[in-house]
C-alpha cells in the first residue's frame, strides 16, 4: 500500500464543527429515501437459501427463527466485498457499504413474514471525499461498516482506523465526506489490518444515546478481550469483550430495546468457518465494564453461512425484529455474498 493522504485542516476543523453543533441529534429513522439515484446499475441474479442448517429443515436455533435466505451473483465485482449494512423501509431496502470503498443499494422483495425472495435495482458508486476524489484515490478506502444517525451517516475506516461522517440520505451516490470524527491515538494506533470493524449508534432513549460504539476486529490472542470504544462529544470511553476460541467482531448494531448485538467471524486454514452471535445488554455497555454477552447463534461450515461480516436489523409492520446478516466475498470466485434473515423471537 501507498503512502496514506490525509484530509485538509480544512476539512478537520470543518468535522470538528458538525460534531459540536449536531452530535447529539437523535438517530434518524430507518425510512425509505431514494438511494445512489445517479449510480451504476448492475445486472444480478439471485438463489433461494430455504434452510440454514445444510441437509436439515429445522428453522429454530435458539431465540432466532431462520425465515429464508439469498446468494447474490452480481455482474460487476465492485458490488463484493459487502461489510456493513442499514436496513431500510421495513426491510425492503438497503444501503451497504463494500470494503473497496463503494456504497451498494438495493430493493429486498419479501413475504409478509420477511423472507427475501429477491433482490432488485442494485447499484454502486465510489465513496467520496469532502474534496469530492474517491477513497481510492487517498488509501482511505478499507471501509467495513457504516451506522445512521440523527447526524448523519457514519463509515469506519479500517486501514485507517478512522470514522467518516457523511450526509444523510444518500441520494445520488455523489455526496461528499463531511469529515472526521475526531478519535484519541490509541484509535488511530490500532493494527491497520484488525482495527475499527464495528461500528454502531447509540440508541435515542438510553444512555448512549448521541454516542458511537465501535469495536476492534480482533486482539493478539484468546487471552487478550476485543477492545471496545464509547466515542462521544466529550471524549472516548473504553471497554472490553471476552473473546473466544478465534473469534473476530465484524458488525455491531442495536435492538429495538437498546440491548447490542455483535456479530463475529473465524475464518481461517486451521478453524475452517464459523459464525457467532452474542447481545449485550445496552445498561452493561459502560466505560471500565468486560462484556461476556449472550450467545444467541454459533454455526460453521455445516451451516449456510461465508464471511459474515454485516448486520442490519429492523422492525416490521407486525413489530417484530428482523435481523439480516450479510457476507464478504472478498469478490472471489470461491466466496458468496449471503444475505440470510432471521426473527428474534423475545
Do not use: C
Not at 432513549?205 to 470504544?229: N, Q
Amino acid at each position: 500500500m501507498g503512502a496514506e493522504r490525509r484530509l485538509s485542516a480544512g476539512s478537520f476543523a470543518l468535522a470538528a464543527a458538525f460534531l459540536s453543533t449536531f452530535w447529539f441529534a437523535a438517530p434518524a429513522a430507518a425510512g425509505a429515501p431514494e438511494l445512489l439515484s445517479d449510480a451504476q446499475p448492475v445486472k444480478a441474479r439471485t438463489r433461494s437459501i430455504d434452510t440454514f442448517r445444510i441437509g436439515l429443515a429445522d428453522t429454530t436455533f435458539g431465540k432466532l427463527t431462520f425465515l429464508g435466505g439469498l446468494e447474490l451473483i452480481a455482474a460487476d465485482r465492485k458490488v463484493g466485498g459487502l461489510s456493513g449494512l442499514i436496513s431500510l423501509d421495513g426491510g425492503s431496502a438497503f444501503l451497504a457499504v463494500t470494503d473497496n470503498g463503494h456504497w451498494v443499494s438495493g430493493r429486498i422483495v419479501q413475504t409478509a413474514d420477511g423472507k427475501p425472495t429477491e433482490i432488485e435495482d442494485l447499484r454502486f458508486a465510489p465513496l467520496l471525499g469532502a474534496d469530492g476524489k474517491t477513497l481510492d484515490a487517498r488509501w482511505g478506502h478499507d471501509t467495513e461498516a457504516l451506522t445512521l444517525s440523527g447526524s448523519g451517516l457514519y463509515v469506519t475506516a479500517e486501514t485507517r482506523n478512522a470514522i467518516y461522517r457523511y450526509p444523510w440520505p444518500i441520494s445520488t451516490g455523489k455526496e461528499r465526506m463531511i469529515g472526521e470524527v475526531a478519535l484519541p491515538q490509541d484509535i488511530r494506533d490500532l493494527p491497520r489490518n484488525t482495527g475499527l470493524e464495528a461500528l454502531a449508534a447509540g440508541p435515542e432513549d438510553g444512555p448512549l444515546a448521541g454516542k458511537l460504539v465501535a469495536v476492534a476486529e480482533s486482539a493478539p490472542s484468546d487471552l487478550h478481550d476485543l477492545s471496545g470504544f464509547i466515542i462521544g462529544p466529550d471524549g472516548t470511553e473504553r471497554f472490553t469483550i471476552r473473546r473466544y476460541e478465534r473469534f473476530d467482531a465484524t458488525d455491531a448494531a442495536f435492538l429495538p430495546g437498546g440491548d447490542m448485538i455483535l456479530v463475529e467471524r473465524r475464518f481461517s486454514l486451521r478453524d475452517l468457518i464459523g459464525l457467532r452471535l452474542r447481545r449485550f445488554k445496552g445498561a452493561d455497555i459502560a466505560a471500565g465494564t468486560v462484556l461476556e454477552g449472550e450467545l444467541l447463534l454459533e454455526a460453521d461450515f455445516n451451516s449456510q453461512i461465508d464471511n459474515m461480516e454485516a448486520l442490519g436489523i429492523h422492525t416490521n409492520e407486525n413489530g417484530e425484529t428482523i435481523l439480516t446478516l450479510v457476507s464478504d466475498n472478498n469478490r472471489s470466485i470461491l466466496q458468496r455474498t449471503l444475505f440470510l434473515r432471521f426473527r428474534l423471537e423475545d
